[in-house]
Protein backbone atom coordinates (compact mmCIF):
# COMPACT_ATOMS: atom_id res chain seq x y z
CA UNK A 1 0.00 0.00 0.00
CA UNK A 2 1.44 3.54 -0.81
CA UNK A 3 1.59 5.68 2.12
CA UNK A 4 1.80 9.55 1.66
CA UNK A 5 4.89 11.14 3.27
CA UNK A 6 4.43 12.72 6.85
CA UNK A 7 7.40 15.43 6.56
CA UNK A 8 10.04 16.95 4.40
CA UNK A 9 13.49 15.26 3.39
CA UNK A 10 16.54 17.47 4.00
CA UNK A 11 17.83 17.84 0.69
CA UNK A 12 14.20 19.58 -0.57
CA UNK A 13 13.38 21.83 2.60
CA UNK A 14 15.08 25.51 0.97
CA UNK A 15 12.73 24.88 -2.24
CA UNK A 16 9.98 23.97 -0.82
CA UNK A 17 9.84 27.19 2.19
CA UNK A 18 11.66 29.42 -0.77
CA UNK A 19 14.45 29.49 1.22
CA UNK A 20 12.29 30.99 3.74
CA UNK A 21 10.08 33.21 1.90
CA UNK A 22 7.17 30.60 2.65
CA UNK A 23 5.97 30.21 6.14
CA UNK A 24 5.82 26.17 6.74
CA UNK A 25 2.57 24.86 8.64
CA UNK A 26 2.26 20.30 9.21
CA UNK A 27 -0.59 18.67 8.34
CA UNK A 28 -1.38 15.21 6.93
CA UNK A 29 -3.31 12.96 4.62
CA UNK A 30 -2.88 10.12 3.45
CA UNK A 31 -5.70 10.45 0.61
CA UNK A 32 -3.07 7.76 -1.93
CA UNK A 33 -4.74 5.05 0.23
CA UNK A 34 -7.09 2.40 -0.80
CA UNK A 35 -10.17 3.58 1.75
CA UNK A 36 -9.51 6.81 0.64
CA UNK A 37 -9.56 6.14 -3.17
CA UNK A 38 -12.47 3.99 -2.32
CA UNK A 39 -14.05 6.46 -1.07
CA UNK A 40 -13.79 9.61 -3.90
CA UNK A 41 -14.22 6.51 -6.32
CA UNK A 42 -17.82 5.87 -4.77
CA UNK A 43 -18.26 10.20 -5.84
CA UNK A 44 -18.53 9.11 -9.98
CA UNK A 45 -21.71 7.69 -10.23
CA UNK A 46 -24.75 9.08 -12.68
CA UNK A 47 -26.81 9.72 -9.74
CA UNK A 48 -24.41 12.00 -8.02
CA UNK A 49 -23.29 14.00 -11.35
CA UNK A 50 -27.32 14.32 -11.95
CA UNK A 51 -27.84 15.86 -8.31
CA UNK A 52 -24.80 17.99 -9.45
CA UNK A 53 -26.71 19.01 -12.83
CA UNK A 54 -29.77 20.03 -10.37
CA UNK A 55 -27.77 22.17 -8.25
CA UNK A 56 -25.83 23.87 -10.88
CA UNK A 57 -29.21 24.78 -12.68
CA UNK A 58 -29.84 27.20 -9.36
CA UNK A 59 -25.96 28.15 -9.32
CA UNK A 60 -25.68 26.61 -5.91
CA UNK A 61 -22.40 26.53 -4.19
CA UNK A 62 -20.38 23.09 -3.49
CA UNK A 63 -17.37 22.15 -1.33
CA UNK A 64 -15.24 25.35 -2.47
CA UNK A 65 -17.73 27.68 -1.93
CA UNK A 66 -18.02 30.98 -3.67
CA UNK A 67 -15.30 30.10 -5.81
CA UNK A 68 -18.38 28.17 -7.69
CA UNK A 69 -20.07 31.40 -8.40
CA UNK A 70 -17.09 33.26 -9.51
CA UNK A 71 -16.97 30.24 -12.04
CA UNK A 72 -20.70 30.55 -13.30
CA UNK A 73 -19.81 34.37 -13.21
CA UNK A 74 -16.77 33.63 -15.77
CA UNK A 75 -18.50 30.73 -17.66
CA UNK A 76 -20.98 33.76 -18.40
CA UNK A 77 -18.41 36.33 -19.78
CA UNK A 78 -16.42 33.87 -21.54
CA UNK A 79 -18.95 30.98 -22.36
CA UNK A 80 -17.46 27.52 -23.15
CA UNK A 81 -20.39 26.27 -25.10
CA UNK A 82 -18.98 23.62 -28.22
CA UNK A 83 -15.85 23.85 -27.09
CA UNK A 84 -13.69 20.71 -26.29
CA UNK A 85 -12.41 20.96 -22.61
CA UNK A 86 -10.70 19.28 -19.87
CA UNK A 87 -10.10 19.33 -16.39
CA UNK A 88 -7.13 18.02 -14.52
CA UNK A 89 -7.63 16.69 -11.76
CA UNK A 90 -10.80 15.46 -10.19
CA UNK A 91 -12.48 14.05 -6.90
CA UNK A 92 -16.25 14.98 -7.33
CA UNK A 93 -17.65 15.66 -10.79
CA UNK A 94 -18.88 18.78 -9.88
CA UNK A 95 -17.07 20.28 -12.48
CA UNK A 96 -17.39 17.82 -15.01
CA UNK A 97 -21.12 18.73 -14.49
CA UNK A 98 -20.65 22.39 -14.71
CA UNK A 99 -18.82 21.92 -18.10
CA UNK A 100 -21.95 19.68 -19.63
CA UNK A 101 -24.14 22.26 -17.84
CA UNK A 102 -22.90 25.46 -19.76
CA UNK A 103 -22.92 23.02 -22.94
CA UNK A 104 -19.33 21.62 -23.81
CA UNK A 105 -18.90 19.79 -26.93
CA UNK A 106 -16.86 17.27 -24.68
CA UNK A 107 -14.97 16.73 -21.67
CA UNK A 108 -11.88 15.12 -21.28
CA UNK A 109 -11.29 14.66 -17.28
CA UNK A 110 -6.96 14.20 -16.78
CA UNK A 111 -6.60 12.10 -12.96
CA UNK A 112 -4.06 9.93 -11.80
CA UNK A 113 -6.75 7.48 -10.51
CA UNK A 114 -8.27 5.02 -13.09
CA UNK A 115 -11.99 6.03 -13.28
CA UNK A 116 -14.90 4.63 -15.65
CA UNK A 117 -17.36 7.48 -17.24
CA UNK A 118 -20.78 7.60 -16.58
CA UNK A 119 -22.11 10.19 -19.20
CA UNK A 120 -21.58 10.06 -23.43
CA UNK A 121 -20.13 13.35 -23.20
CA UNK A 122 -17.02 12.57 -20.40
CA UNK A 123 -13.91 10.58 -20.75
CA UNK A 124 -11.47 10.17 -17.97
CA UNK A 125 -7.90 9.75 -19.31
CA UNK A 126 -4.22 8.71 -17.06
CA UNK A 127 -1.62 11.88 -18.00
CA UNK A 128 0.00 8.90 -20.15
CA UNK A 129 -3.25 8.21 -22.16
CA UNK A 130 -4.02 12.18 -23.39
CA UNK A 131 -0.76 12.16 -25.97
CA UNK A 132 -0.99 15.07 -28.05
CA UNK A 133 -4.39 16.03 -27.62
CA UNK A 134 -5.17 19.72 -27.38
CA UNK A 135 -8.14 21.54 -26.10
CA UNK A 136 -10.04 25.04 -26.61
CA UNK A 137 -10.25 25.72 -22.60
CA UNK A 138 -9.09 23.83 -19.55
CA UNK A 139 -10.15 23.76 -16.01
CA UNK A 140 -8.03 23.65 -12.58
CA UNK A 141 -9.98 24.04 -9.46
CA UNK A 142 -8.00 23.35 -6.27
CA UNK A 143 -5.85 20.92 -7.97
CA UNK A 144 -2.36 22.28 -8.18
CA UNK A 145 -1.61 23.36 -5.01
CA UNK A 146 -1.17 19.40 -4.38
CA UNK A 147 1.05 18.71 -6.82
CA UNK A 148 4.92 17.38 -5.65
CA UNK A 149 3.71 16.77 -2.01
CA UNK A 150 2.82 13.40 -1.87
CA UNK A 151 -1.08 14.01 -0.38
CA UNK A 152 -2.12 11.84 -3.71
CA UNK A 153 0.65 9.42 -4.44
CA UNK A 154 3.03 11.59 -6.41
CA UNK A 155 6.36 11.84 -5.83
CA UNK A 156 7.86 14.60 -3.64
CA UNK A 157 8.62 17.67 -5.77
CA UNK A 158 9.55 21.28 -4.27
CA UNK A 159 8.33 22.57 -8.00
CA UNK A 160 5.46 20.16 -9.23
CA UNK A 161 2.71 22.76 -8.78
CA UNK A 162 5.38 25.20 -11.13
CA UNK A 163 6.05 22.32 -13.35
CA UNK A 164 2.12 20.87 -13.47
CA UNK A 165 1.38 24.82 -15.05
CA UNK A 166 3.92 24.35 -17.68
CA UNK A 167 2.47 21.28 -18.89
CA UNK A 168 -1.04 22.70 -19.28
CA UNK A 169 0.15 24.90 -21.83
CA UNK A 170 0.83 21.40 -24.24
CA UNK A 171 -2.80 20.53 -23.47
CA UNK A 172 -4.16 23.81 -24.90
CA UNK A 173 -4.72 25.37 -28.39
CA UNK A 174 -2.48 28.39 -29.27
CA UNK A 175 -5.49 31.19 -27.60
CA UNK A 176 -6.85 28.56 -25.77
CA UNK A 177 -8.04 29.44 -21.91
CA UNK A 178 -6.80 28.03 -18.53
CA UNK A 179 -9.82 28.74 -15.62
CA UNK A 180 -6.88 28.24 -12.64
CA UNK A 181 -8.51 28.69 -8.68
CA UNK A 182 -5.79 28.19 -5.88
CA UNK A 183 -5.79 29.00 -2.89
CA UNK A 184 -4.71 32.95 -2.66
CA UNK A 185 -3.17 35.00 0.59
CA UNK A 186 0.06 34.92 1.68
CA UNK A 187 2.74 32.82 0.79
CA UNK A 188 2.70 29.06 3.01
CA UNK A 189 2.93 25.51 2.47
CA UNK A 190 0.84 23.51 4.68
CA UNK A 191 2.61 19.96 4.24
CA UNK A 192 1.47 17.70 3.37
CA UNK A 193 -1.95 19.21 2.67
CA UNK A 194 -1.68 22.25 -0.30
CA UNK A 195 0.37 25.63 -0.79
CA UNK A 196 -1.54 29.21 -0.46
CA UNK A 197 0.04 31.20 -3.08
CA UNK A 198 0.74 34.76 -2.15
CA UNK A 199 3.25 37.53 -3.94
CA UNK A 200 6.08 35.27 -4.27
CA UNK A 201 4.73 32.04 -5.25
CA UNK A 202 1.68 33.45 -7.72
CA UNK A 203 4.31 35.52 -9.78
CA UNK A 204 5.83 31.70 -10.62
CA UNK A 205 3.13 29.97 -11.11
CA UNK A 206 1.89 32.30 -13.55
CA UNK A 207 5.23 33.38 -15.73
CA UNK A 208 4.87 33.03 -18.79
CA UNK A 209 0.69 33.40 -18.75
CA UNK A 210 -1.33 36.03 -19.89
CA UNK A 211 -4.18 37.21 -17.41
CA UNK A 212 -7.00 37.26 -19.62
CA UNK A 213 -9.26 38.35 -15.98
CA UNK A 214 -9.54 37.46 -12.71
CA UNK A 215 -13.09 37.09 -10.34
CA UNK A 216 -13.14 37.09 -6.50
CA UNK A 217 -10.33 39.21 -5.55
CA UNK A 218 -10.35 42.24 -3.07
CA UNK A 219 -7.61 44.71 -2.40
CA UNK A 220 -6.09 42.72 0.53
CA UNK A 221 -6.35 39.36 -1.38
CA UNK A 222 -2.67 38.68 -0.63
CA UNK A 223 -2.33 39.82 2.51
CA UNK A 224 -5.21 37.26 4.78
CA UNK A 225 -5.31 33.54 4.63
CA UNK A 226 -9.23 33.05 5.16
CA UNK A 227 -11.32 29.58 4.84
CA UNK A 228 -14.26 29.75 3.67
CA UNK A 229 -17.20 26.85 3.12
CA UNK A 230 -16.08 23.66 5.13
CA UNK A 231 -12.42 25.25 6.03
CA UNK A 232 -11.59 25.23 2.51
CA UNK A 233 -9.24 27.93 1.38
CA UNK A 234 -10.40 31.41 -0.16
CA UNK A 235 -9.79 30.48 -3.73
CA UNK A 236 -10.40 33.32 -6.37
CA UNK A 237 -10.69 32.63 -10.20
CA UNK A 238 -8.24 33.47 -12.81
CA UNK A 239 -8.86 33.13 -16.66
CA UNK A 240 -5.37 32.82 -17.91
CA UNK A 241 -4.00 32.81 -22.00
CA UNK A 242 -0.65 30.81 -22.69
CA UNK A 243 2.15 33.19 -23.59
Not at 115 to 141: A, L, M
Not at 187 to 215: A, T
Request: negative net charge.
Amino acid sequence: MIEAPKGIPGEFFQEYTMNGKVILEYKYANDCSDETQKMINDNFTKEIFDESIQKIKKREQNYYGPTDTWLYESLEKYPVADKNICIVGSTHPWYEAIAISYGVKDCTVIEYSKRETFHEKIIYKQPQEVGNQKFDVCFSISSYEHDGLGRYGDPLNPNGDLEAMKKTKDLLHKDGLLYLAVPIGFDKLVFNIHRVYGKNRIEKLLDNWEIVDQFGFYDDSFANNVNGLNGTPYQPLYILRPQ
